[in-house]
């Protein structure tokens, strides 16, 4: 079947096993040394946090502009194709979507390519990621898809928090120094991201501290009476995300929720026992019956 539009995103959206007619995902990279994995194909998201666990780091790649060209070249839109990616300061996949957009159109194909920075990463890129393929799944035109995804940019709030700040301090977006600190401290700080920027939003010790601080940001910067698409996300701490959305359905009216383990590429740079959870305003047909 031929939509009007099709969605492309990379593997970090962490979509549903069933995945959704009309999107195509293109695979992110994690390397070990010389062994070169594609997400969700040549490994899983268990497998890898249990080689993090054992001790072995791993680099990044991110696709590049002939596998989006291929992408787009296989999707089976009529006339547009909505590109989504993380934000440009994070990665160099926008870059690369761009890039491959000018090459189709060069290529002769008529179809119009829109790259869109989603301005979110993780569990909040996820959750843009699908209320997009939805409205893709169901026919809906580019103009339509295209609101909905800058409706959703805006309303998506996301929260989380890391066991160690170890991996980001080798990946130098934290100095050693205050992640050395941190550790010996014992202390989780809860951050936000925000248009690809990180934001500590509290300072907490213990798991159950933390907990409660997850739902104090979800009290106050989230609305208590319309029901929220939630997210939640763990890289290899399934225990502590399962507490996590408990608590979180206590204080929250959730009409849809789902658990994800995050995806291996941000996985590398987050280190195991992150947890944490994305969160937004259900909007038109997605408040009805859950597919």
Request: proline residues 7%.
């Amino acid at each position: 079947m031929t939509r009007p539009c099709a969605l492309v995103v990379d593997s970090g959206a962490v979509l549903p096993e069933a995945a959704h007619p009309g999107t195509t995902v293109v695979p992110l990279r994690i390397v070990f040394g010389g062994e070169v994995l594609r997400d969700g194909i040549d490994i899983t998201a268990e497998s890898f946090y249990a080689r993090l666990e054992a001790g072995e780091v791993p680099t990044t790649s991110t696709p590049s502009p002939g596998e989006y060209l291929e992408a787009f070249r296989d999707c089976d839109a009529r006339s547009d194709i909505v590109c989504l990616t993380i934000p440009h300061k994070l990665s160099a996949m926008h870059e690369s979507a761009t890039l491959a957009s000018r090459l189709l159109a060069d290529s002769g194909d008529e179809r119009r390519v829109h790259v869109v920075d989603t301005g979110n990463a993780a569990a909040g890129f996820g959750l843009v990621a699908r209320a997009a393929a939805e409205m893709c799944a169901a026919g809906a035109p580019a103009e339509e898809v295209l609101r909905r995804i800058d409706q959703a940019r805006d309303d998506v709030r996301m929260y989380g928090t890391l066991r160690t700040l170890t991996y980001l301090a080798r990946s130098g977006r934290v100095p050693a120094l205050v992640a050395g600190v941190t550790n010996l401290l014992g202390v989780h700080p809860i951050f936000e991201l925000v248009r690809g920027e990180a934001r500590r939003d509290a300072l907490v010790r213990g798991e159950k501290r933390t907990v409660r601080a997850f739902q104090k940001c979800a009290q106050e910067n989230l609305p208590a009476d319309t029901p929220l698409w939630l997210l939640v996300f763990h890289s290899g701490a399934p225990g502590p995300a399962a507490e996590l959305r408990d608590a979180l359905h206590q204080v929250l009216a959730v009409g849809r929720s789902e658990t994800i383990s995050l995806s291996p590429v941000m996985g590398a740079y987050t280190g195991p026992g992150m947890t944490g959870f994305a969160a937004m305003p259900l909007r038109g047909d997605e408040l009805g019956e859950v597919p």
